[in-house]
């Protein structure tokens, strides 16, 4: 027999989403319609969208189409920040993007997490930091509690569960240092 309950689980414990329903239907009407969609709106019309539900933006921001971002309230994102295809935001806390970031299509910074030696399995959410210069490749996952340091890069395809330091080349599952980047 399973020791696993699920049926204890509450979500409302140790987790404020940080947004009345009222924001966040709206929210989840202008993704659908803006971010989720193929259609190429421009990134401006995006970064007003994001700013109007609280998220800091900075200048010169990209944001391609079918961007998935959970909770726009809990996100800054600096100068020249680059976000591509299919990335997926899931950011239960705080997600912070530094200046000169690329974000590569579909991957997914992963700030959800459940703790699987409690049977209720709780939330064992944290935030996310990209610090400035950063690359995260095509198709990454990034979970959380993590922090990518500045000038680092993480390959294509690669799952990081730890925080990395400056100026490195990392990839793989598990993450593995390369080589310095510069």
Known sequence: MTKVRLDKFDASVDFNRGANKFKMIS???IKTTFFLTAIPYPSSWKCSFLRFFGAKIGKGVVIKPRVNIHFPWKLIIGNHVWIGEEVFLLNFELQSIGDN???????????GNHDYKIPSMPYRNGPITLKNGSWIGASCFLGPNVTIGTDTVISAGSVVTKSLPENGIYRGNPIEFIKERW
Not at 102 to 110: E, N
């Open 101 to 111: 970031v690329c974000i590569s299509q579909r991957s997914f910074l992963c700030g």
């Open 27 to 29: 929210w989840y009407l």
